[in-house]
């Protein structure tokens, strides 16, 4: 058994260990070995659908050195005048160059793939066996603790009886013939983006039956845009707290996101009782709504040749007829814990479902000389319980941890400049009215959208 020392042992070579490692280096002098079961770095990109693209644009996903994409705008399309989103492939290829050309380039970062953490200072090969030990100087970096569950990962939550066809999304786009009927499992993002290609492909919409256990809240697109755009992302925020600052009940906040176009749902005589985060065009929307037979009986139970068995019912289907798995549970449920204890970093979301700012930041206070409690002042670990209300509580949890690093003397500067910030100051910029007149609004409306929603947690009794 061979052995190896470094000062941080990261577990994970997604967006969460990936971004620390990468502001960690212009930080520190630290040494670092990163470890991953699978192959190359990229975590669940690796296992996406071949047709997924980043929800949302480009310029506002990776690592803190390393643009995405050639920040350009759609020229064309329904998207047209949007930032660019990257596809898989081409995360792919980013996370590859970002470990070729950055953290291995450093000099101070070794990167051991198919390897497993086995604790206690215990690392395998998934290859052959071979076991090392690694002696830590400062602290294992757990970055899988948020890792996104994915349908090529995690199998169905239904039982499958023999002759019925069940495949992932990417499973689908291999299928020999075309489906004559396509059964699309799921509520989330996965099976949006299923049901849009199949729309996109060509495939009738009356051929396409959808389960939606229920209905979800969507982030409109257009108000989440970063850099040059990023008066949208201010207009979308000020919405959020206009809104919590003026209604009355839960209900009414949504209605009134729903008026000024912050949010969308596919379902306009549906209320949407889930909400994690999602980000969608309202083409996206328009495309889906074309699906006529939506499912709204509960969860599947299980699929047979002849029927699909549902909590609060049953529908038909036959041996023909395609099942699309897209019910994996996507965005982590695991509790939140410290994101900083002895010996130990666990890489969490801080700020409005950002993976890249909030582990860039992480990486940033760990190499501050501060105490583990005012580390975690600085860092506290957020969450998405699924619920409207939960989503709320999530986003100006992570307004008032941004409030944090805007006025820290170590942490303001990058803060106010690094790109994995939406609404960083661009150099060179002239300053911006209606951006100008957004922030005094915000303002405005920031002390009583704190009010509004301690008074509706209050009365829901969390």
Request: hydrophobic share 40%; glycine share 8%; net charge negative.
């Amino acid at each position: 058994m061979s052995g190896i020392e470094t000062d941080y042992l990261v577990v994970g070579a997604g967006m969460a260990g990936l971004g620390f490692v990468d502001s960690l280096l212009d930080v520190s002098d630290a040494d670092v070995v990163m470890v991953d079961r699978r192959p190359a770095p990229g975590g669940h990109w690796l296992d996406a659908y071949p047709f997924v693209r980043l929800h949302q644009p480009s310029p506002w996903y990776g690592v803190a050195s390393t643009p995405l994409g050639d920040d350009s705008l759609e020229t064309d399309g329904p998207e047209a005048g949007d930032y660019t989103r990257a596809s898989g492939p081409e995360i792919q290829a980013y996370f590859g160059e970002v470990l070729r050309d950055r953290l291995l380039a450093s000099g101070r970062v070794r990167f051991l793939p198919e390897t497993d953490h086995l604790g206690d200072g215990r690392l395998c090969s998934l290859a052959d066996g071979t076991e090392t030990t690694v002696s830590v100087r400062r602290g294992v970096v757990d970055a899988t603790y948020t890792a996104s569950r994915t349908p090529e990962t995690s199998p169905p939550p239904f039982q499958v009886a023999d002759g019925v066809t069940v495949v992932t999304p990417a499973g689908l786009t291999t299928l020999p013939e075309p489906p004559e009927q396509v059964v699309v499992v799921g509520t989330g993002k996965t099976a949006m983006d299923t049901c849009g290609w199949l729309l996109d492909q060509g495939h009738p919409p009356e051929r396409i039956t959808w389960i939606r256990t229920r209905d979800a809240w969507l982030n409109n697109r257009h108000f989440l845009q970063p850099d040059r755009l990023a008066v949208r992302t201010v207009e979308g925020t000020v919405g959020f707290l206009e809104a919590l600052a003026t209604a009355e009940t839960e209900d009414q906040v949504f209605e009134h996101l729903e008026r000024v176009g912050v949010l969308l749902r596919i379902d306009p005589d549906v209320w949407p009782t889930v909400f994690r985060g999602p980000t969608i065009s309202e083409h996206e929307v328009h495309q889906l709504r074309r699906i006529d037979d939506v499912v709204r009986l509960g969860r599947v139970l299980r699929v047979e040749p002849d029927r699909v068995v549902l909590e609060q019912g049953e529908i038909p289907t036959t041996p023909d007829t395609v099942h699309v798995h897209c019910a994996a549970s996507g965005l982590p449920d695991a509790p939140p814990v410290p994101v900083f204890e002895p010996g130990r970093i666990t890489v969490q979301y801080l700020s409005r479902l950002s993976m890249p700012l909030s582990s860039a930041v992480i990486a940033r206070v760990e190499a501050l000389d501060l105490p583990l409690a005012e580390k975690n002042r600085l860092c506290p670990a957020n969450f998405v319980d699924g619920g409207p209300l939960g989503y709320l509580q999530m986003l100006l949890t992570g307004f008032a941890t941004e409030g944090l690093w805007r006025s820290h003397p170590d942490l303001s500067g990058w803060f106010a400049t690094t790109r994995v910030n939406a609404t960083r100051d661009l150099p060179g910029a002239e300053p911006d009215p209606a951006r100008e007149a957004l922030y005094v609004r915000l303002l405005d409306a920031l002390e009583p959208a704190y009010a509004g929603l301690a008074r509706l947690t209050a009365e829901a009794g969390r």
